[in-house]
Nanobody
Framework: QVQLVESGGGLVQAGGSLRLSCVAS????????VGWYRQAPGKQRELVAD???????NYATSVKGRFSISRDNAKNTVYLQMNSLKSEDTGVYLC????????????????WGQGTQVTVSS
């Protein structure tokens, strides 16, 4: 069983910055892709950014140039640095990890954290 715990959310004015952290339990962290998603009221959950085990990053178009995802495998932690925040960045930010359960069958499973609220006031 993998547990993810997010932190770092809060209330910030537009143009401000926040740094989110996601700490994972288990031994598979360093071998797995980890992503940050956000859920805004009335909207579908969307991928904000993810990072592979080798450090390759991917960003949603809306956050490119403003957000930066990184990982520290020694601490089983992924970070999301959010700069130049906008009101449309408001939402619950959730951490996701995709674990390879069996290298023989290719079976994978997604795990989710509880989320951390980010509110950007304009």
């Amino acid at each position: 069983q993998v547990q993810l715990v997010e932190s770092g959310g809060g209330l910030v004015q537009a143009g401000g910055s926040l740094r989110l952290s996601c700490v994972a339990s288990g031994s598979m962290f360093s071998f797995s892709t980890v992503g940050w998603y956000r859920q805004a009221p009335g909207k579908q959950r969307e991928l904000v950014a993810d990072i592979t085990s080798s450090g390759t990053t991917n960003y949603a178009t809306s956050v490119k140039g403003r957000f930066s995802i990184s990982r520290d495998n020694a601490k089983n932690t992924v970070y999301l640095q959010m700069n130049s925040l906008k009101s449309e960045d408001t939402g619950v930010y959730l951490c996701n990890i995709n674990i390879l359960l069996s290298p023989f069958t290719g079976t994978r499973r997604d795990y989710w954290g509880q989320g951390t609220q980010v509110t950007v006031s304009s």
